[in-house]
Every structure is written in C-alpha cells, then in structure tokens.
C-alpha cells in the first residue's frame, strides 16, 4: 500500500478533496500539522503534499522538500503552498502551474522557473523534480478536476 504524508497547519478544502481521492486509489494519508514531524519523512513515505505555506515552518518544509526530491519521490502542491515549492525547489528549475494573476508574483520568487498558465481543472506535472501542482480549489468549481487529475498523477508516480 503507498503511503503518502500531507502536511497542513489546518484541515482544509484541497486537502480533504486529494485525501478522498488517494484513498479511492487505495493510498494511505497521514496527516500532520507539526513540522518537526516531517524532518525524516522521506524514507517512510512515497510522496508527499502540501496546502499551505505555513511561514512558521518555511525552513523545515524547504528541507522536507528537498529531501523528497533528492530521494526521487513526487511531490504535490496547491493553493499557496505553489510558492513555497517554488522556493524551494528554484535552483532544480522546476515546472509549476499557476494562475494568470500569480504569474508575476511567481517569476519573482523564481526566475528560471517554467511557469505554465493553467486553468483549474487541469494540472501539470514536471517529471524531472516529480513536482505535481494545481491551482487546487482556488481556482473554483472547476478544481475537483484538477485535484482528481493530480491525485492520480501522484499516485502513479509514487
């Protein structure tokens, strides 16, 4: 059974919608909401997602980041945790779906980064950093799609 970590400082729409879908998949979630929980995640876990930027905990979710992408594990990101991703992940130039109106605000963070307009009901994949992104429900009732299509994109590719 695959086993995937989610980390959210609090429940939430995108989080419940990923955890319905992975479980219909027949994935295990664990969820945690204390970074210090997630310093050692990569070697139990085959993925893991995040929701939120959480700004109390941006150097342990960078490191986690890190950490599952040096192990060659998928990592799936919407909402506002794109940026942190970004952050993170910006010296690998990785590929991340955004909206028209974060575009810019995103090139910022990461300038070499390939930013790909999406709309909500799609998502993208970069398989070099197995980064999985979406606008996830912020991008209105067409975000389920997209949820749906990422669950499974991460799935198969944990």
């Not at 912020?138 to 389920?144: I, N, T, V, Y």
């Not at 799609?145 to 669950?151: F, R």
Request: overall charge negative; glycine content about 6%.
């Amino acid at each position: 059974m695959k086993k995937f970590l989610f980390f959210s400082p609090s429940p939430n729409e995108d989080l419940e919608n990923l955890k319905s879908e992975l479980l219909q998949l027949g994935a295990q979630v664990v969820i945690h909401t204390d970074p210090q929980a997630i310093k050692s995640a990569s070697a139990e876990f085959e993925g893991i997602a995040l929701f939120s930027e959480f700004p109390q905990a941006q150097d342990q979710l960078k490191a986690a980041l890190i950490s599952f992408y040096r192990a060659s594990r998928p990592i799936a990101v919407m909402g506002p945790a794109r940026a942190l991703a970004l952050e993170a992940l910006k010296e690998f130039r990785p590929t991340l779906g955004c909206s028209a109106e974060e575009l810019g605000r995103l090139k910022e963070i990461a300038p070499k980064a390939d930013l790909v307009i999406l709309p909500a009901s799609e998502y993208i994949t970069d398989r070099d950093c197995k980064l999985i992104s979406c606008l996830g429900s912020r991008g209105g009732a067409d975000s389920q799609v997209g949820i749906s299509g990422l669950a499974k994109e991460f799935f198969e590719m944990a």
